[in-house]
């Protein structure tokens, strides 16, 4: 479809959903974008169209993908999710029982639990680094796991934008003695089938989408006013969408920042969370071991985001500030508008990704406005 026109399927309730991805393209809302929603675990609505490039040179094919940014943060707290599950990780446990190194400068009481909530004080480095640094997780956990926390953990919540995936990651790697990209290729990606990378091949380079940066004064790091928290996670070092493109961001294993997939693989893989613990017929969890997710760990102001936030293990939980119809929802949202949704009650994921990037991230109207009509086509609003 050289044309950049809308591929994929539609279920005929559902079909309200088509309307509103191809105004999104239409409107010039949407560049390129793909959306996918499951229910009971069959895939109901899967859409993909306009173009992976400003130029329209390239159409957004079935099987393009781009960088979701903070929608990776989801794949890896499956991942945890999955190890905790089996015994291998206690989420009340102190970090340092896994990561000995990591008790220096107070943080011996810091939990697991707390990494996973972004309320473990450590939402950015105090040691001045640079982009490249990002791709030496030598380097990039050292430091965390010397640094003092900026605020006590368990107190308050402060979005980890980048450093929650080192932080998980590290801890995952002590667990298994693999790395986090490679746990959750063995484990969750490559059992499903699944499209969705941390960490990706050369080989898949020609299929990635190109992300077009947010407006001027939209980006992260844009405001004024910043605290000084706030301008730490925003300029050490500093968010460049440019860096998408490169071999050396796409290959490294960034698990809070870097995945790479689309809007099927994000719906697929998180019907694990809303099946009880099954996907394409393979368990990967308990059904307790899924609704881990929805137990609150923290809410109040996010001294990074400034909104209010209610942060369960991993994920955002219904009653923050994207509109959920169902309590037992979680979801969490990448830095220009991509986004999952993982409702337990209706056994329904949505998935969603794009090029046109918002300053958004936590999801804006052009997915909240797909994932409506999926809800409203449900009966769920």
């Given at each position: 479809m050289a044309d950049g026109s809308t591929g994929g399927f539609v279920h005929d309730r559902y079909s309200g959903v088509r309307a509103a991805f191809d105004q999104n393209l239409a409107s010039g809302a949407d560049l390129g974008a793909s959306f996918c929603a499951t229910v009971d675990g069959e895939t109901v609505v899967d859409l993909w169209g306009g173009f992976a490039d400003e130029a329209r040179t390239r159409a957004w094919g079935r099987d393009t993908i781009v960088n979701v940014y903070s929608t990776t943060k989801t794949m890896t707290a499956l991942v945890a999710l999955i190890l905790a599950d089996r015994g291998e990780l206690d989420f009340d446990a102190p970090v340092a029982r896994y990561w000995p190194e990591f008790a220096a400068n107070g943080k011996d009481g810091i939990k697991v639990r707390h990494l996973m909530s972004h309320s473990a004080g450590l939402s950015g480095w105090k040691e001045p680094i640079s982009k490249a640094d990002l791709y030496d997780w030598e380097k990039a956990t050292v430091l965390l796991a010397a640094q003092a926390p900026y605020w006590e953990a368990g107190t308050a919540p402060g979005y980890h934008a980048l450093t929650q995936g080192y932080l998980v990651g590290e801890v995952v790697r002590r667990v298994t003695g693999r790395s986090l990209g490679t746990v959750f290729r063995d484990e969750v990606a490559g059992p499903l089938g699944a499209d969705f990378h941390i960490g990706l091949p050369a080989s898949e380079d020609g299929r990635v989408a190109d992300l077009i940066p947010p407006p001027p004064g939209a980006a992260i790091g844009d405001g004024a006013g910043q605290t000084e928290l706030q301008a730490n996670m925003s300029n050490n070092p500093g968010v460049d969408v440019s860096e998408t493109r490169t071999r050396a961001w796409r290959g490294a294993e960034i698990p809070a920042a870097g995945g790479t997939g689309n809007a099927r693989s994000i719906a697929e893989i998180h019907a694990i969370l809303a099946n009880g613990g099954v996907a394409k017929g393979k368990r990967f969890l308990s059904e307790a071991g899924c609704r881990k997710a929805l137990e609150l760990q923290i809410e109040g102001q996010d001294l990074i985001l400034g909104t209010p936030a209610r942060y369960g293990m991993g994920f955002g939980?219904?009653?923050?500030?994207?509109?959920?119809?169902?309590?037992?929802?979680?979801?969490?949202?990448?830095?220009?508008?991509?986004?999952?949704?993982?409702?337990?009650?209706?056994?329904?994921?949505?998935?969603?990704?794009?090029?046109r990037m918002a300053g958004t991230t936590q999801g804006d109207m052009r997915a909240l406005g797909l994932a409506m009509a999926m809800w409203t086509a449900a009966g769920a609003t």
């Open positions: 939980l219904a009653g923050g500030v994207v509109p959920l119809p169902n309590p037992n929802t979680i979801y969490w949202g990448g830095y220009g508008g991509s986004l999952v949704i993982i409702d337990m009650d209706a056994r329904t994921t949505f998935g969603y990704a794009m090029n």
